[in-house]
């Protein structure tokens, strides 16, 4: 059950289990693991302290507790637990990868390094060490290092939709759009479970958006100060805002274009959700008020209301952003399972 991600299922059935069995460590220990499973972290690190105290010497419930203990946020807990684990079985790679792991969301990269390249010693040909790997060297800022170790970690396991999210980010480092979704797509279509994917997706496109209405801004910011400095009538400078708007549509439906068939409903459903309509909204408003304000002044009044124009177009800049960086929400299960094509996971 655990194995195919019947967490409730399995649950249920390891409760009846550890009530009749109360002190085996191991089926506490799976009883954790399927609380980790269904995202129930307080009840995964309570069965595994249990099992912790039945069987104190096993590295497996330590594990399994600091993994919980990075869902909760309590980074540090989850090292010591790590670093327990590891002292308890430190010819296990997996103790290594657990410390990695713990130390990354610490904000400890040299502990991260050294347990990873331990790790990589120890099983220089397990997919979820390189993939750990990876990550520690992305953090580190060492970009090909990275995508060696992802590509390595695909090239042993090809279904290990980490390591595709991973390359994904690297791509995002390298302002590569396009070749980031694709990683999250196939990452997403390969384990549709893990919600995390789609919404990386939804991440990129919001950055793209927001760079979109950051360039729109900037150049008509540019654009105000046209009738001032060369005396352009009002007619043709009226004009510049719907080229300007026109051409930012263009290029915006250029790179959707290029993107993968697959991304493109995930791009029609990121753009009508309110915060991407409203932040569009506000944008493209404050810049043509800030056009109208400027075509309809008298020329002798233009010095005194350009200033306007100007906190105008800065004040839609700034409230489009902070429209955008609002939180996504913490599941996107339509777009998971679009993305997923009604495939299994390979990679339960």
């Not at 693991?33 to 039945?54: C, E, K, M, T």
């Not at 909760?72 to 296990?92: D, I, N």
């Not at 290990?160 to 994904?168: D, K």
């Not at 105008?312 to 952003?321: D, H, M, N, V």
Request: net charge positive; proline share 6%; charged share 20%.
């Amino acid at each position: 059950m655990l194995d195919l991600g019947r967490y409730d299922d399995a649950s249920q059935l390891l409760a009846r289990v550890v009530a009749a069995e109360p002190d085996s460590s191991r089926a506490w220990c799976l009883f954790a693991r399927a609380h980790l499973g269904a995202g129930r972290y307080q009840p995964a690190v309570d069965a595994a302290n249990r099992a912790v105290s039945i069987e104190p010497g096993e590295e497996w419930p330590h594990r399994l507790a600091s993994n919980a203990l990075m869902h909760l946020g309590q980074h540090r807990e989850a090292l010591r637990a790590a670093t327990e684990a590891r002292r308890l079985a430190p010819s296990f790679w997996q103790t290594h990868v657990c410390v990695a792991q713990a130390a990354l969301a610490a904000s400890h990269p040299s502990v991260a390094s050294a347990a990873a390249t331990e790790a990589r010693r120890l099983a220089p040909d397990e997919a979820d060490v390189h993939f750990l790997s990876g990550k520690v060297a992305l953090t580190r800022g060492d970009l090909p290092a990275a995508r060696d170790h992802q590509e390595r970690a695909l090239a042993i396991d090809p279904g290990h939709s980490g390591a595709m999210n991973e390359l994904g980010r690297i791509r995002l480092r390298k302002h590569d759009t396009s070749g980031a979704i694709r990683h999250f797509i196939s990452a997403a279509r390969t384990t549709p479970g893990e919600h995390i994917y789609s919404r990386n997706i939804d991440v990129v496109i919001l950055r793209s958006i927001s760079r979109m209405i950051y360039l729109f801004v900037l150049i008509a910011l540019g654009l105000i100060w046209v009738p001032t400095i060369v005396h352009v009538s009002r007619f043709p400078f009226a004009m510049c805002f719907t080229v300007l708007l026109v051409a930012t549509l263009a290029s915006f439906t250029i790179m959707v274009v290029r993107l993968p068939r697959e991304a493109r409903p995930v791009v029609r459903r990121t753009l009508r959700t309110g915060r991407v309509l409203t932040a569009l909204g506000l944008a493209v408003g404050g810049v043509a008020a800030a056009f109208a304000a400027v075509t309809l002044t008298p020329e002798k009044d233009l010095p005194q209301m350009l200033p306007v124009a100007v906190l105008i177009t800065f004040g839609a800049r700034l409230a489009s952003t902070a429209r955008l960086r609002a939180p996504l929400s913490a599941r996107h299960p339509k777009g998971a399972k679009a993305l997923a094509n009604g495939k299994p996971p390979r990679r339960p």
